[in-house]
């Protein structure tokens, strides 16, 4: 989907409004692939992740950024979708697509106003991730996914999600964030104990 600028600032800023609800509706591309019933959208990701940051301890995090960042962090995909390693597009491409979403909402949508230019900076750093913030907020992007798989093998019997936890959970970095992981595995480890035993 291309967007080209009407020149009036109050129609393109609602087309930006209005893009924004294919994030609510668009479900998350890990799910779909292995059959998920319903599975959650972009926001609910991005919306918990925003709640997850609120929750840490670490004060030497700009929270109030932390937040910001989990809820622009997968903005890019209300225009490109929720691009998977499945689809066989290069990480560059990727990269690539989103950028350019970006460009559009920032430029031909939000011309370029305050509000667009802290969006795109709050995007830029989080791919960047050369702050702790942004660190952070991949670190709680990584978590939370592997919350959700925890929950989707807690409502469907039989479910297995490895895979979900493989590229996760051995990737976190941050050590608030790596103790609520091995929490969340002693959960699981609980949840599967119990099955077996039953």
């Not at 929270?63 to 499945?86: R, W």
């Not at 039989?158 to 992981?181: C, K, M, N, T």
């Amino acid at each position: 989907m291309s967007y080209s600028s009407t020149g009036n600032p109050s129609i393109d800023r609602l087309a930006f409004f209005h893009i924004l609800e294919s994030l609510k509706i668009q479900k998350r591309t890990g799910w779909v692939n292995n059959n998920i019933p319903n599975p959650e959208s972009i926001s609910d990701h991005m919306h918990r992740m925003a709640v997850l940051a609120m929750c840490t301890t670490d004060s030497k995090l700009d929270v109030a950024k932390c937040v910001m960042l989990s809820v622009v962090h997968d903005l890019a995909e209300a225009q490109v979708g929720d691009i998977a390693p499945s689809h066989g597009i290069s990480k560059e491409e990727k990269s690539r697509l989103e950028s350019e979403a970006i460009h559009t909402f920032v430029h031909d949508m939000l011309h370029n106003s305050p509000a667009a230019q802290r969006i795109e900076a709050l995007w830029k750093e989080y791919e960047d991730r050369e702050t702790p913030e942004a660190r952070f907020v991949k670190d709680l992007d990584r978590f939370e996914m592997a919350t959700q798989a925890l929950e989707y093998e807690r409502l469907l019997d039989g479910a297995r999600l490895q895979p979900f936890y493989d590229s996760s959970i051995p990737y976190i970095e941050h050590p608030e964030v790596q103790e609520w992981g091995k929490d969340l595995l002693a959960e699981r480890g609980r949840l599967f104990d119990t099955r077996t035993s039953s």
